[in-house]
């Protein structure tokens, strides 16, 4: 992650407010997260059928509908936070770094009701007001936003399936300032690495028992750490 992005680092970013699990993507999560000393949050970003964003990190909810297929008022009633009232919610400072969540129906709407879109318009009068960054694992999307906040610092997402030895390259052709890699994209879970791959194991030199995988990515120089557990 760049450190253009991240001061003071590492810092600690509270994972869809203070933890995933109940009560996440809540005001009251976000809240304990500050109230913690976090300064910066993550919060997830689907856009709703009629072009609300509420935070949700499934695509899908228990009951098998699609957030992306219902109203907003339908949301509300479910305990859907929006992502607006968040911002208006946290106290200036705070970072907050959207995780926003395309659909297969933005290939069907215009470009300028995309996710990516209205993302963009969501976080553009906080731009002054406090750190921000947008990532996803969607290009697409994330070019979508650059095209409309040039300035906002944007990262891409990755997963084991996407290795870093992939993801760098990729975000540095895109011109994205940030590589938000998830944990198992460092190789650390795995017994040993596929072919073709490095775990962070094999450059450090580690002691009989292993640092915990939070230590390891500290040791390695990452600038920010997306956390679950908070306190």
Not at 3 to 12: E, H, K, M, S, Y
Not at 61 to 75: F, I, W
Not at 162 to 190: D, M, Y
């Amino acid at each position: 992650m760049s450190a253009r992005v991240f001061v003071d680092t590492p810092v600690l970013c509270g994972h869809r407010g203070s933890g995933r699990g109940v009560g996440e993507n809540t005001l009251p999560s976000f809240r304990a997260a500050v109230a913690a000393g976090l300064p910066w949050v993550e919060v997830d970003a689907r856009l709703t059928a009629d072009g609300v964003l509420v935070a949700y990190h499934e695509a899908v909810l228990p009951d098998g509908r699609y957030v992306s297929q219902l109203p907003a008022g339908e949301t509300d009633d479910l305990g859907l936070m929006r992502v607006a009232d968040l911002f208006e919610d946290l106290p200036p400072g705070i970072g907050v770094d959207v995780d926003m969540k395309s659909s297969l129906e933005d290939a069907q709407r215009p470009r300028d009701e995309t996710t990516g879109a209205l993302v963009a318009e969501l976080v553009a009068p906080h731009m002054d007001h406090r750190p921000l960054v947008v990532t996803s694992f969607d290009p697409g999307a994330l070019l979508i936003v650059r095209e409309r906040r040039p300035s906002l610092p944007l990262g891409l997402l990755t997963w084991l399936r996407f290795p870093l030895r992939k993801a760098i390259p990729a975000a540095v052709h895109l011109g994205l300032q940030v590589i938000a890699p998830h944990v198992e994209s460092f190789g650390l879970r795995q017994e040993r690495p596929h072919p073709g791959e490095r775990t962070i194991a094999d450059t450090v030199s580690v002691a009989h028992d292993l640092p915990s995988e939070r230590q390891v990515l500290l040791d390695a120089g990452v600038d920010c750490l997306c956390v679950d557990d908070v306190v």
